[in-house]
């Protein structure tokens, strides 16, 4: 067992850090500075959002990401929702297997998951080369 909320937590400061010191970034850009992988930084854009600290702007084709009340709630934190009621249906799961549960990509999963975790409703569980999520208490 791993405690997440230690890592998703310092995850979140890396991007929180990146966009204090040099303003608001494109997704690319703040990938690139924080070296995070995807899983990795929307699991921290969904712990920044329900701490309310970050919002995106869309320009093109980017994301834009700066600091400030978030504009990030009722997505993440709808998915979330899902999510929680997922694994409190189904039991613990797999990234894949809670994305066809919710009908939810990847990306939107993972944000959802920060989401819980900031709330420290789940832990996550690596066996066998296999990463899956529980709820707290389950």
Known sequence: M????????????KIWNALNEQGPLTETKLTRTTKLNDDEFYNAIGWLA????????KSGDSFIYSLGATNLTSKIGSNAGKIWKTLHTYGENDIRSISQLTTLNRKDVEAAIGWLAREDKIQVKHENRETKFYLNGK
């Open 2 to 13: 791993k405690n997440i909320f230690i890592d998703f937590g310092e995850n979140a400061g």
């Open 50 to 57: 329900r701490e309310n600290k970050i919002y995106t702007t």
